[in-house]
């Protein structure tokens, strides 16, 4: 359940300035630069998560700051993610914690798991100079910190949170990209296709069809709750991009992730029409 709707993908090598370069189904470089998207502080975005007609859990996350510094603006996000009471063989309580710049990806990352009165924590920071991730995990509650590891990487990554707000920003780029991931600690690459096809998508928190654009991709790597393989997705066809649905596999089978909230200034989630 966790990471369900951040699987989006970034690849930027370490010396890339105003372009960012990706990769395209041959496996050539092509200069695509993200959208001037700007997220709205205070945003909040709320979804339910569903196998077949049961309902597992909320995804809820939230803008929290933007910050403008002299060399760079960066955004403080947050994920919660919870299963619902009573569900059998899941019981899933944690927190997400993204700072990432404009040219969204990640400079540091926390994850919180929460296990009755217990709260462990891993911390990913990125240090892109000396081309590595360093990991620190430990006692959340009595900010004990128990081991340490690094990870050697040679290009700019995503974390499991950065990746939803890249997702937004590359949504009407037209292209296919593959990007190498971090992931439970661990490398890996996926493969995601922005070929803006229009669609419309009915969900239960709205009462008329919605106007998306759709997308799918492929995750070569295994997340938490066995997320892995392929994955599809719908955001608002408009320029706050929301997410609006997703659908992708887990240990249990596919599960559909539906947005059910949201707090955002001015935006109403656009109505499809035929053209």
Same mark, same amino acid.
């Given at each position: 359940?966790?990471?369900?709707?951040?699987?989006?993908?970034?690849?930027?090598?370490? @010396?890339?300035?105003?372009?960012?370069?990706?990769?395209?189904?041959?496996?050539?470089?092509? @200069?695509?630069?993200?959208?001037?998207?700007?997220?709205?502080?205070?945003?909040?975005?709320?979804?339910?998560?569903?196998?077949?007609?049961?309902?597992?859990?909320?995804?809820?996350?939230?803008?929290?700051?933007?910050?403008? +510094?002299?060399?760079?603006?960066?955004?403080?996000?947050?994920?919660?993610?919870?299963?619902?009471? /009573?569900?059998?063989?899941?019981?899933?309580? +944690?927190?997400?914690?993204?700072? &990432?710049?404009?040219?969204?990806?990640?400079?540091?990352?926390?994850?919180?798991?929460?296990?009755?009165?217990?709260?462990?924590?891993?911390? &990913?920071?990125?240090?892109?100079?000396?081309?590595?991730?360093?990991? +620190?995990? #430990?006692?959340?509650?009595?900010?004990?910190?128990?081991?340490?590891?690094?990870?050697?990487?040679?290009?700019?990554?995503?974390?499991?949170?950065?990746?939803? &707000?890249?997702?937004?920003?590359?949504?009407?780029?037209?292209?296919?990209?593959?990007?190498?991931?971090?992931?439970?600690?661990?490398?890996? *690459? $996926? !493969?995601? @296709?922005?070929?803006?096809?229009?669609?419309?998508?009915?969900?239960? *928190?709205?009462?008329?069809? !919605?106007?998306?654009?759709?997308?799918? #991709?492929?995750?070569?790597? %295994? #997340?938490?709750?066995?997320?892995?393989?392929?994955?599809?997705?719908?955001?608002?066809?408009?320029?706050?991009?929301?997410?609006?649905? $997703?659908?992708?596999?887990?240990?249990? /089978?596919? %599960?559909? !992730?539906?947005?059910?909230?949201?707090?955002?200034?001015?935006?109403?989630?656009?109505?499809?029409?035929?053209?």
């Amino acid at each position: 359940m966790k990471q369900l709707l951040l699987c989006s993908i970034l690849i930027f090598t370490l @010396n890339c300035h105003s372009d960012t370069l990706l990769r395209d189904k041959k496996n050539n470089f092509i @200069n695509t630069k993200p959208e001037n998207v700007e997220f709205e502080v205070g945003e909040e975005l709320v979804y339910n998560v569903s196998y077949l007609f049961l309902n597992l859990g909320e995804i809820k996350i939230k803008v929290i700051d933007k910050i403008v +510094e002299p060399d760079r603006t960066v955004y403080k996000t947050i994920a919660y993610i919870d299963s619902y009471r /009573g569900i059998p063989f899941v019981s899933l309580h +944690e927190v997400y914690e993204s700072i &990432f710049d404009q040219k969204l990806y990640s400079y540091w990352f926390r994850e919180l798991i929460k296990s009755g009165s217990n709260i462990d924590f891993i911390t &990913f920071n990125y240090d892109y100079p000396n081309k590595r991730v360093i990991f +620190e995990s #430990g006692d959340f509650l009595k900010n004990i910190v128990k081991e340490k590891d690094t990870l050697q990487i040679d290009t700019l990554s995503q974390d499991g949170l950065s990746l939803f &707000f890249l997702a937004r920003a590359y949504l009407f780029s037209n292209d296919t990209i593959i990007a190498p991931t971090i992931m439970i600690g661990k490398k890996g *690459s $996926a !493969v995601i @296709n922005f070929y803006g096809q229009r669609k419309s998508v009915k969900i239960k *928190s709205i009462d008329y069809p !919605v106007d998306v654009v759709e997308f799918s #991709g492929n995750a070569n790597f %295994v #997340g938490v709750y066995g997320f892995t393989g392929g994955f599809e997705g719908w955001f608002s066809n408009d320029e706050a991009r929301v997410p609006i649905m $997703a659908k992708l596999k887990v240990l249990i /089978g596919k %599960v559909k !992730v539906e947005l059910t909230q949201w707090k955002k200034k001015n935006w109403i989630p656009p109505r499809y029409k035929e053209n």
